[in-house]
Nanobody, 126 residues
Framework: QVQLVESGGGSVQAGGSLRLSCAASGFRDSPYCMGWFRQAPGKEREGVAAVQENGITTYAESVKGRFTASKDNDKNTLHLKMDSLKPEDTALYYC????????????????????WGQGTQVTVSA
């Protein structure tokens, strides 16, 4: 059974950094896409970073230049390094994985991600 477990969330001041991790288990073949999503109170969930199996990564415009996603294939772990954090980055951050994908480039089409973690809270104070 596939499991995704996020960790690394916390509270920081604006300008600070956090590193999220998503430990994936319960599968033999690596997922084609893994993604980070977030949902702020009162807002819809949005994509943050989508990482293809070959390492190609797509970022949301709002986090480009500040967030870096990476995969450790040996440990089946997805990371999200978040720098220069802003109060508007406050949200519950989710990890997701997809084995089948329509098209070649991973993106933020939520309905194509088969498995989701429970989320880890990130709070950025001004």
């Amino acid at each position: 059974q596939v499991q995704l477990v996020e960790s690394g969330g916390g509270s920081v001041q604006a300008g600070g950094s956090l590193r999220l991790s998503c430990a994936a288990s319960g599968f033999r073949d690596s997922p084609y896409c893994m993604g980070w999503f977030r949902q702020a109170p009162g807002k819809e969930r949005e994509g943050v970073a989508a990482v293809q199996e070959n390492g190609i990564t797509t970022y949301a415009e709002s986090v480009k230049g500040r967030f870096t996603a990476s995969k450790d294939n040996d440990k089946n772990t997805l990371h999200l390094k978040m720098d220069s954090l802003k109060p508007e980055d406050t949200a519950l951050y989710y990890c997701a994985a997809a084995w089948a994908w329509w098209g070649s480039s991973c993106s933020f089409r939520e309905n194509e991600y088969n498995y989701w973690g429970q989320g880890t809270q990130v709070t950025v104070s001004a």
